[in-house]
């Protein structure tokens, strides 16, 4: 749980101290290498997403321009600039799970929802986002949902998968 607001984000003491410790793994001058780790962790504490000031606190952590931390936030798909839902739904859109049926997955998804790709339900449960290649080519249609993959994708496997989770939700 974050110690302070969105505008004024700071991270917890048990995660202070473990970006010390990571920073400490690196030569003098060398804290951007912990970049990363250091996003996931931001993403995790500050609500699922990494918002300017978040953005802004990491790199004043690092001693790094805030551009610094932008470049690197905006260029992995795996780190989100907006809310999003409990439940990211992220279809491969490569072409080896396209011929496979990726993009009848995304039209499913989008129509059982009720949202576009990118978008999130009114409840604030999914979110559908297309992403590059998940290394599950043998196996596709896949998604991802968090560090689960859910391969061999049929829209009555995608209907059994969101009607678990609004079960988890309600608590059922």
Known sequence: MPHATLEQPAFSPDSLQKIRDS???????????????????????FGGWLSVPVMDYVASLLGLQPIEVYEVATFYTMFRLKPTG??????????????VGAEKITAHLKKILGIEVGETTPDGLFTILEVE????????????????????????????????????????
């Open 23 to 45: 920073i400490a793994r690196y030569p003098e001058g060398r804290q951007k290498s912990t970049l990363l780790p250091v996003l996931h962790m931001a993403q995790a504490e």
């Open 86 to 99: 409990k439940y990211v739904l992220e279809v491969c859109r490569t072409g080896p799970c396209c011929v």
């Open 133 to 172: 290649c998940l290394a599950s080519c043998g196996t596709g249609p896949v998604l991802q949902l968090g560090e689960r993959y859910i391969e061999n994708l049929t829209p009555e496997r995608i209907d059994g998968l969101v009607s678990e989770l609004r079960d988890q939700k309600a608590g059922r």
